[in-house]
C-alpha cells in the first residue's frame, strides 16, 4: 500500500507540473507530454557513452534543450554522427538501452523503441526511431517522439558539451554534445535553399516555416551571443556540402517561398506560445541577414535592393 500511494502521489505531481506547464505556455497537452519524453530520451543517450561521444544534437529541439530553455516546444530530436558512430542494428541496440535508461531513471514513465517505419529508403541513409512512452496515467504507450540521426553531414565546428536543460521540476545532472548555435544557423539557411530547390525541380516540398522563426528569435533575442561574423564562410561550406549556394540574401525570400509561409500559423500555432505575425517576422529576419550577408564574403553575394521589405 505504501509503495503504491508513493508512485500515486508521484503521477499526481507530475501530471500537475505538466498541467502548469500548459497553462503557463498555452500548449496543448499532447505537445508538453513529448517536450518531457524528449528530455528523458536525451538523458539516456547522455548516459551510453558510445552515444554521447558520437551523436551530435542539432536543430530546433537543441535550441530549447541545450541553449535557450524558453523557447519553442519540438516533437523530435535530430543528430549528426562523428568518429566511429554506431549504425544499423548496432545503434538500434543502443537506443533501447538508452529508452531502458529512461524507464529507470523517470518517475514512473516507460519508454519503448523500435526503427522508424520509413515509406521508402532515406537517400542519405538517415536512420529514424519511433520512441514511445507510457506516463503514469496513460494505460498504453501514447506519447511518440521521433529520433532522427544523419549519417551524410559534415560538422564544421568543433560541438560543445552543453547541460541537458528540463523545466518540470526535476534535475537530470546530465549533458550532451551539441552543435554550436553559428552551425544551426547555417544548416537552417541551407535547409531552406535546398526546400527552394526542390520547389523548382518537383514542385513541392516539407514547409520550412519552422526555419524562418528559429533564424529570426535567435537572431533577435541572442544576436549579441552568436558569432555571426562567422556565418557567410560556415553557410557556404554547409551549401557546398549538398550543392546549393546562397548567392543573395534574396534567395531566401523568394516568391514561391513566400508562398508557403502562408501556413505560418498552421505549423507555429501549436509549439509557439504568442505566435509573432508572418510579415514583421520576415521584415526583421531580412534586415538581420543583410547585415550579416552585406558584403561579397566568401562568394555570398548581396543585393541591397528592398531591404526591409516584406
Not at 63 to 77: I, M, V
Not at 125 to 154: G, M
Not at 234 to 242: D, M, N, P, Q
Request: with cysteine; proline share 3%.
Amino acid at each position: 500500500m505504501d509503495d503504491f500511494r508513493e508512485h500515486l502521489m508521484k503521477a499526481i505531481s507530475l501530471r500537475k507540473r505538466i498541467r502548469d506547464t500548459r497553462t503557463s505556455t498555452g500548449i496543448g497537452w499532447d505537445i508538453i507530454e513529448q517536450d518531457y519524453v524528449l528530455t528523458w530520451v536525451l538523458f539516456g543517450i547522455s548516459r551510453l557513452e558510445k552515444l554521447q561521444e558520437t551523436l551530435i544534437f542539432k536543430g530546433g529541439t537543441a535550441l530549447k534543450k541545450c541553449y535557450f530553455g524558453n523557447y519553442r516546444f519540438s516533437q523530435d530530436l535530430d543528430f549528426s554522427v562523428r568518429g566511429d558512430y554506431p549504425c544499423g542494428d548496432d545503434l538500434l541496440e543502443l537506443m533501447i538501452k538508452a529508452c531502458d535508461i529512461a524507464t529507470q531513471s523517470a518517475e514512473d514513465v516507460a519508454f519503448t523503441c523500435k526503427r522508424y517505419p520509413e515509406k521508402s529508403p532515406h537517400p542519405e541513409e538517415q536512420e529514424a526511431f519511433d520512441i514511445r512512452a507510457r506516463l503514469p496515467w496513460h494505460k498504453d504507450f501514447n506519447t511518440s517522439v521521433k529520433v532522427e540521426v544523419t549519417t551524410h553531414e559534415i560538422i564544421l565546428l568543433e560541438p560543445e558539451k552543453r547541460v541537458i536543460l528540463h523545466e518540470y521540476g526535476e534535475h537530470l545532472n546530465a549533458s550532451i554534445f551539441v552543435y554550436k548555435v553559428e552551425e544551426i544557423i547555417a544548416e537552417k539557411i541551407r535547409a531552406i535553399l535546398q526546400f527552394a530547390k526542390k520547389l523548382h525541380e518537383r514542385g513541392w516540398g516539407r514547409s520550412r516555416v519552422r526555419d524562418y522563426y528559429d533564424l529570426w528569435r535567435i537572431l533577435q533575442e541572442y544576436g549579441q551571443q552568436i558569432d555571426t561574423a562567422s556565418l557567410p564562410l560556415l553557410v557556404k561550406k554547409k551549401c557546398e556540402s549538398k550543392n546549393v549556394m546562397l548567392h543573395s540574401v534574396e534567395d531566401l525570400f523568394q516568391d514561391r517561398l513566400m508562398e508557403y509561409l502562408n501556413e505560418w500559423d498552421h505549423w507555429l500555432t501549436p509549439i509557439v506560445p504568442d505566435v509573432p505575425e508572418r510579415d514583421v517576422v520576415i521584415k526583421e529576419l531580412k534586415q538581420q541577414l543583410y547585415k550579416i550577408f552585406e558584403s561579397d564574403n566568401e562568394g555570398v553575394r548581396v543585393n541591397r535592393t528592398n531591404v526591409g521589405a516584406a
